[in-house]
Structures are given as structure tokens and as C-alpha cells.
């Protein structure tokens, strides 16, 4: 079922009060109230951004809050597919009507979404086409609906800039990935770093810092039995050293950081927590 919802509205999103002029908007699913936190990032994303945000999105739904994307190719998809993996509740807001899955190969992510409790957003109503100049202002409701915005890759131009300046403005706090300075998807990244953006270095920072903002996690991570070496595993090893992809490599590396069960000192992981 799809209903519209305005300002007025019991169900509203508080967050969208926050917008110079809140939309009305369309909605398939259920939204919750527990806070929302947006991972975005560029379509053009690197395997080390789509394993990072997959394990973002496992960790926040993890802690027991909603993950916020928009369901666009590369970072997004990654984080809907980690929070889903991890039985989490996701919110995908749309430039397109609810009912319209752009791109279309996220189709299995759409319906997924809402069987599993999620919700479909969008201030378009049904049947509205994917037209270019829609996804701009929909990012401000990605912002306006999450209580902190997360960029793990970017280039310098692209939504997901769009995104963390207008959470900025509304006063969301803005966590970024830094990244390599030759790697165009991080040079978005690292520029907003360098204007005042906060780096976070993993999903257990991550956690680390939404907790400083939304108070402790409401659900305790479940995480697999430790098996890393005492002397340290290499980034790269962990996929063969697990016998699992390297995108489920690095979000079990994830659920692992955030449970304190291992550390990261650069490309090495090793067992226990931070020192």
C-alpha cells in the first residue's frame, strides 16, 4: 500500500521538519521512528567502497538503527544490501515514484526492501519517471530524514556532495571516508574532510561516534567466532583466510570492529579490541 504523508500528518518524519519547505511524500512500506543514519556515495565506486559500505550498512543495523540510501548503483546498493544481509530496516528515498526502481537491476533490493519492513520514499507520486533533475532534491530529504550522513566514497562532483552539504545546513553531523588523494572516488571525500567534515576509519568508528550523538546502540551486534591470527592478517587475506567473498570479508571485518573483538592498525587486522 502506498500513502501520502505531509507535514501535518501523524507518521511524518520529524527530520523533514527541518527543510526550508517539508514535502509531502509518498510512502510504501513502514517507516520506524528509531533514528535513521544516510551512508551515500558515488555510483563509480571502487571494491574496497562497496565492501566499506556493505559493512556499514551491517553495523548500523547492527546497533538497531535504520539505514537511509537511495537505492542508486554502487555505494547505496551496498549499504541497502548490508543492512537487508543483517536483517535491518531500511528506508530508500527515490527520484522516481515509489513505484519506479531505478536503476532497474535493484529491483530484487526494492521488493526486498519492503518484505522485509522497510519503506520506499519519494515526494513524487506513482508512475513519476527517473528524470535526471529529480535526484538533486531528493537528497535533501536523505539528509533531513537521517540524524547523521555518511560519505564513504565520492568524486568532487556528484549526489552525495549534494547530500552532506545540505545535511551540514540542516545541522546533521557529516562522517567521511578518507581516502587515497590520486583516487578520484575519494577526492569528494577528502575535500570535505578538509573543509570540516569528521573521518571516520571503519564501521566500529562509525559506531563509536553515532553513539556520542544518539546516545548508546539499541541492539547488542551479533558477531561470528574470532579467527585472526595472533600476529595480524592482512586487509587483502581476509577473504581467503574466511573462505567468503571479499565484500562479506570486509562486513564481517565490520561486525567484528564493532563488537571490539579485533583492531585495525593500517592494512593489518588483528585480534582484540582497540588499544
Given amino acids: ?61 547492527d546497533a538497531g538503527w535504520t539505514v537511509v540510501s537511495g537505492l542508486a548503483r554502487g555505494i547505496d546498493t551496498a549499504a541497502h544490501r548490508g543492512c537487508l544481509e543483517a536483517r535491518g530496516h531500511a528506508v530508500a528515498v527515490l527520484g522516481s515514484g515509489v513505484d519506479v526502481c531505478y536503476p532497474a537491476e535493484n529491483r530484487p533490493i526494492h521488493e526486498r526492501i519492503l518484505a522485509t519492513g522497510g519503506a520506499i520514499v519519494s515526494e513524487y507520486p ?27 566514497e565520492a568524486n568532487e562532483t556528484g549526489g552525495a556532495l ?21 583516487r578520484p572516488a575519494s577526492a569528494g571525500c577528502n575535500r570535505l574532510i578538509k573543509d570540516g567534515a569528521h573521518p571516520v576509519l571503519g564501521p566500529h568508528d562509525l559506531i563509536a561516534e553515532l553513539e556520542l550523538i544518539l546516545g548508546p546502540a539499541p541492539v547488542a551486534s551479533t558477531v561470528e567466532p574470532v579467527d585472526v591470527p595472533e600476529g595480524g592478517v592482512e586487509l587483502d587475506d581476509l577473504a581467503e583466510l574466511w573462505g567468503v567473498s571479499p565484500a562479506e570479508a570486509m562486513a564481517r571485518l565490520g561486525r567484528l570492529e564493532l563488537a571490539g573483538e579485533v583492531r585495525r592498525d593500517g592494512h593489518t587486522v588483528y585480534p582484540g579490541g582497540p588499544r
Fill in 126 to 152: 506513482p508512475g513519476t519517471p527517473p528524470d535526471r533533475w529529480r535526484f538533486p532534491a531528493r537528497n535533501r530529504i536523505i539528509a533531513a530524514m537521517s540524524a547523521a550522513v555518511v560519505v564513504v
Fill in 1 to 61: 500500500m502506498v500513502t501520502l504523508v505531509g507535514p501535518d500528518d501523524p507518521g511524518y518524519p520529524v527530520g523533514l521538519g527541518d527543510l526550508e519547505d517539508p514535502p509531502p511524500i509518498w510512502v510504501a512500506g513502514e517507516l520506524r521512528p528509531e533514528p535513521g543514519v544516510a551512508v551515500v556515495g558515488t555510483r563509480r565506486c571502487t571494491r574496497y567502497g562497496m565492501g566499506l559500505s556493505d559493512s556499514f550498512g551491517r553495523a548500523i543495523s
Fill in 162 to 182: 549534494i547530500t552532506a552539504r545540505l545535511g551540514a545546513e540542516i545541522g546533521r553531523p557529516v562522517f567521511v571516508v578518507p581516502g587515497d588523494v590520486d
